[in-house]
């Protein structure tokens, strides 16, 4: 199974690397779906490889860097670049499709050295390794904290509270209605898995919410068998149910825990353990635009995952996280989407949604900073108005991107702004490096220390 996998990618190093002069620096790029991480990582792997002629080229340490290589041959699941490439550098250009599967990649980049050490070792090695996914999967890290029976217990109360309660309907009471002491009815509970995964698409689609559990059912990923995805909550059971061979409790409380304890732990053993530095990409525009109750599923979703750096007895840092993620750079994606002067009002709303779970985080000893970003930027400026193509279409609109607060609102009620289905600007190339906000800022930032 292949989140079952040890992850060999990082052991062949050995086999690439010199033995001398030499590091690797392990980048943990985290963010829910449609975040931005494969446009991110797309165009990471072109601003280092056109890092003689954009941003980056007066930008320490790139300004030393002598040499780039994306590795594709002999790594396990290699990222699709090309295909990202293809996708943006198309007439019209198109953004790259959302990611179904796990992928990596191995950038290695040669710096010159200065001064004394240039005599000992003229150049130095940087290996970047970083894992594209589905955003979905992610979204499952608080399952590592509960049992079924309390898992149970929290859809309960999610469903009892809008917009859930709504888009769930019928199949509410359906769960409700199943005594978890009853035999199961293997049909029954099949039907009621395909309409508890039609429930979360319509969460994530039209009602922008962001804790959709369990993620795989939305996107299954290479390797897992379905009948191991075949379970759903029972709404009537708690923690204290007891179980009977063949109940419908027995059977699904057996699944879950396979789920959490196998493809979940999988995951984030993988995703999570020895990482150096963390960027953490968040598209806080859409819920901002689509209203409170998204704003709000974000806000849980995130902190869940931010409570992976907390120190403490129960806390996952301890189980997850080695003590050495030095840096995270949290970034509100996207960001071309608005004015240039509104770019650091959409970061500082996004600082703001995380306030108790940054500072957190920073008083674990993690350096934490904050870059309004746009991997790719589709739009420019004319005087206050934006000027952009929309997908599917070839020509250009003018528009005025409406408002955003300087802060984000306690209660979390915003009157967002109005937003557009972009395209990739025209004429991306390979070989040119793309438009962006901010990716030199932060790349720099992300390097600084380890390019030594
Ligand atoms: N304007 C603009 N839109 C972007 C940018 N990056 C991503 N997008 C939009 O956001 C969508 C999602 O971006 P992805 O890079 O696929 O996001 P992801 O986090 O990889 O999503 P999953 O693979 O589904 O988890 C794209 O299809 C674009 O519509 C950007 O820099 N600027
Ligand atoms: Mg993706």
Redesign the pocket.
């Known amino acids: 199974m292949a989140a079952l996998k040890k992850p060999h990618w990082i052991t062949d190093w050995k086999q690439h690397a010199p033995a001398l002069g030499n590091a690797r620096l392990r980048v943990g790029v985290t ?13 990471l792997i072109n601003q280092l490889e056109n890092h003689q002629r954009g941003l980056l080229a007066r930008r320490p340490p790139f300004d030393r860097l002598e040499a780039v290589r994306w590795q594709r041959d002999g790594v396990e699941q290699a990222f699709a670049y090309l295909d990202a490439l293809h996708a943006l550098s198309d007439n019209p250009a ?7 599967d796990l992928s990596r990649v191995v950038i290695d980049l040669r710096f010159r050295q200065t001064g004394l050490l240039r005599r000992v070792q003229p150049s130095r090695s940087l290996r970047i390794e970083i894992l ?5 999967w992610l979204l499952d890290l608080p399952l590592l904290e509960l049992d079924y029976g309390q898992w149970c217990e929290q859809m309960r109360d999610w469903l009892e509270l809008e917009p859930r309660r709504g888009l769930a309907g019928p199949l509410r009471d359906r769960l409700l209605a199943i005594d978890p002491q009853a035999p199961l009815d293997a049909s029954l509970l099949q039907q009621l898995r395909r309409d508890w995964t039609d429930f979360l698409q319509r969460s994530r689609s039209e009602a922008g919410l962001s804790r959709n559990q369990p993620g795989r059912f939305l ?1 299954p990923g290479s390797g897992i068998a379905a009948e191991m995805l075949l379970f759903v909550p029972l709404l009537a059971g708690n923690r204290h149910t007891a179980t009977g061979a063949g109940s419908w409790w027995a059977e699904c409380e057996a699944r879950f825990r396979y789920y959490r304890d196998f493809v979940v732990k999988g995951f984030y053993d993988e995703h999570f353990s020895r990482l150096d530095r963390q960027i953490l ?1 968040v ?1 806080m525009l859409s819920p901002m635009d689509a209203g409170q109750a998204a704003l709000s599923d974000l806000k849980g979703a995130l902190e869940a995952v931010l409570q992976s750096f907390r120190y403490g007895r129960n806390s996952l840092w301890r189980r997850f996280w080695q003590p050495r993620i030095s840096r995270l750079a949290v970034c509100a ?5 608005v004015s240039a002067e509104q770019q650091r009002a959409v970061q500082q709303c996004l600082e703001d949604l995380l306030t108790d779970s940054l500072s957190d985080v920073r008083h674990g000893g993690v350096e934490v900073r904050g870059f309004p ?7 420019r400026q004319e005087g206050d108005a934006l000027v ?1 193509g929309l ?1 599917g279409q070839t020509g250009w609109v003018r528009y005025q991107p409406g408002s955003i607060p300087t802060h984000l609102p306690l209660d979390l009620q915003v009157d967002g702004p109005e937003l557009l ?4 600007p025209p004429g991306l190339h390979r070989n040119e490096p793309f438009p ?2 901010r990716m030199d800022e932060l790349l720099g930032w992300m390097l600084e220390g380890a390019a030594l």
């Open positions: 963010g829910l779906s449609r975040a931005g991480k494969t446009t991110f990582i797309t165009s198109r953004w790259p499709s959302s990611t179904t594209d996914y589905p955003g979905e996107l990409l598209d994606t996207k960001v071309d989407q970003l746009a991997a790719v930027r589709a739009t952009a997908q289905e972009l395209r990739p962006h906000y």
